[in-house]
């Protein structure tokens, strides 16, 4: 982006962001209810985090959820890797990147974005609740824009999980010690989010908000194997 251009190129600009909505609505409208999982792509398997997020996707896919992420390797991967192992979905939102980010082997369904903010209204919208597992600036990107898509009500107050206590921890207390100090953010704000090291919490907090608040409920998907649905 450098300013202005012709208005023939930002028609062209327009037209091309249209068409990638269009491609990732057709892509992702039957993956069912989702849980999106945020996170760096920098923690290789076998770390800490890695390990927590793939026993977390694991207990996504058990509780009936599809599992998406942004497709990428880390804990992303992880995430992913623990819905397959677990016999659930799995599903990668991955960007282009100039640097090529490869989409990781534990995928299901995978859709390729241009431009991020395209990706990040795919990895909000088919989703029932988000984790942000230990992750840097894009990390902070999405857990942030999705605190503030639910703090203006534009979209329902799903569950917010920061998976990794130590990790977040200077975070949550600059949250509460700065920004609701000063009233920047209002308590309310800070009632549907959960700290913990526990995926079990984590996804026990997620499932207890999607069947009580939001009407989903277990449907039988093949034998052995239960998804969410919408409740009627």
Excluded at 20 to 44: D, K, N, Q
Excluded at 57 to 78: C, H, S
Excluded at 156 to 174: A, Q, S, T
Excluded at 202 to 221: N, Q
Aim: charged share 20%; net charge positive; hydrophobic share 40%.
């Amino acid at each position: 982006m450098r300013g202005p251009h012709g208005r023939g190129f930002e028609l062209g600009r327009a037209v091309r962001i249209f068409g990638e909505l269009i491609h990732g609505f057709r892509a992702l409208h039957f993956v069912g209810p989702c849980i999106t999982v945020f996170g760096s792509a920098r923690f290789p398997p076998g770390s800490r985090y890695y390990e927590l997020t793939r026993d977390l996707g694991a207990r996504i896919a058990e509780a009936g959820f599809t599992v998406m992420t942004g497709g990428g390797p880390g804990v992303m991967e992880a995430a992913n890797r623990g819905a397959k192992e677990a016999g659930g979905v799995s599903i990668g939102c991955n960007i282009v990147l100039p640097q090529e980010q490869k989409p990781n082997p534990y995928l299901d369904k995978f859709v390729e974005f241009h431009y991020f903010f395209v990706r990040k209204v795919m990895l909000v919208k088919y989703s029932y609740g988000f984790v942000a597992a230990p992750g840097g600036f894009g990390t902070l990107d999405e857990l942030f824009e999705v605190a503030t898509l639910i703090q203006t009500g534009k979209i329902k107050n799903f569950p917010v999980v920061l998976l990794g206590v130590e990790y977040w921890k200077p975070l949550i207390e600059f949250i509460r010690g700065s920004l609701l100090m000063n009233a920047a953010i209002n308590p309310q704000d800070l009632e549907h989010l959960l700290v913990t090291d526990s995926p079990a919490e984590a996804v026990a907090f997620i499932k207890k908000a999607g069947t009580e608040d939001f009407g989903l409920r277990y449907v039988p998907r093949r034998p052995r194997k239960f998804l969410f649905e919408r409740g009627i």
